[in-house]
């Protein structure tokens, strides 16, 4: 096997940017086949501009899905390893596919809005999402660009939230999934252990564009520290409302083979739903990215 990467671009890559608030298609580039540098560094710098891209038409392997996602950073697990692919494990499987009585996947994965990973001292870079049985009504995931979430804040919630921090925690809504899906498994004490609840700040700052952004979301964050409870919920629920509003957002309706890669330091997601009748399976990546500050 080479891990050599050409230096010599395709000359094919295209990048065309959605109409909205965020969002790129990249066409003209085969991630099955090692991606040069100067591709890389255009992928690279149109992720940071766009947010989101959207890689038609990848007929990948999941062993390719994990080289390329590894190109941005270490790759993490998660924490439902049951859900992993066997000979992957840095692969999640996402899907409502119930096989033999046993779901094959995280079925309810983005039921509320959030950022993947911030209950983690170190929260995901990006995730990359690769479709690989898609549903033929609905499935759709929501993005939300939380850049234009902190800069359209007021100025009194500007001020209020500016240097605030909160907690975020895996377990917040884990009782309310379990309930809507029975299948969701209780987590050991080995697991429970490794999502230990984490405080970041409210509003942080990317580490590579400088640029500022609100980093709650209705999934992990429980509250504001250092306030009573009463007052954090209040500000918690309306920045909830102000991250999401219809105008921050893309709505990813998916193609076969589409691979959707996001930046989890600018953008909320959300997945929309599937009907349950109707199959829906893709193999998510995350890169871990750096301390929120
Ligand atoms: C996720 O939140 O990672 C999954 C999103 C989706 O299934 O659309």
């Known amino acids: 096997m080479t891990t050599a990467t050409p230096d010599t671009a395709t000359g094919t890559l295209e990048i065309r940017p959605l109409n909205?608030?965020?969002?790129?298609?990249?066409?003209?580039l085969d991630l099955s086949r090692d991606v040069s540098l100067e591709d890389f560094r255009r992928i690279h710098r149109a992720h940071l501009?766009?947010?989101?891209?959207?890689?038609?038409?990848?007929?990948i392997t999941p062993a390719q899905q994990v080289r390329f996602s590894a190109r941005f950073g270490p790759l993490q697990r998660h924490v439902l390893s049951q859900f992993a692919l066997p000979d992957h494990p840095e692969v999640l499987v996402v899907s409502n596919i119930v096989e033999n009585g046993q779901p094959i996947g995280l079925g309810d994965a983005g039921h509320f809005w959030h950022s993947d990973l911030s209950y983690k001292e170190r929260p995901s870079l990006g995730s990359f999402l690769h479709a690989q049985e898609l549903p033929s009504a609905g499935g759709d995931t929501l993005f939300a660009n939380q850049h234009r979430a902190w800069e359209d804040l007021p100025l009194a919630l500007k001020v209020a939230v500016a240097s605030a921090r909160a907690e975020h925690t895996y377990t917040a809504r884990y009782a309310e999934l379990q309930a809507r899906s029975p299948w969701r498994?209780?987590?050991?004490?080995?697991?429970l252990a490794e999502v230990q609840p984490v405080v970041h700040p409210v509003v942080r700052t990317h580490p590579e564009t400088g640029r500022k952004a609100l980093f709650v979301s209705e999934h992990f964050t429980t509250r504001i520290v250092g306030i009573p409870e009463d007052e954090s919920r209040a500000l918690l629920d309306e920045l909830f409302a102000r991250s999401t509003r219809?105008?921050?957002?893309?709505?990813?309706?998916w193609r076969p083979h589409d691979?959707?890669?996001w930046d989890n330091r600018s953008v909320t997601?959300?997945?929309?739903?599937?009907?349950?009748?109707?199959?829906?399976?893709?193999y998510r990546t995350?890169?871990?990215?750096?301390v929120p500050f």
């Open 49 to 59: 501009q766009h947010h989101v891209l959207v890689f038609r038409n990848q007929r």
């Open 20 to 28: 909205g608030p965020l969002g790129a298609e990249v066409l003209g």
């Open 286 to 290: 995350t890169v871990e990215g750096d």
């Open 246 to 253: 219809p105008e921050l957002q893309y709505r990813h309706v």
């Open 185 to 191: 498994p209780n987590l050991t004490a080995r697991q």
């Open 259 to 261: 691979m959707v890669f």
């Open 269 to 282: 997601h959300l997945a929309a739903g599937t009907p349950a009748h109707l199959r829906r399976k893709l």
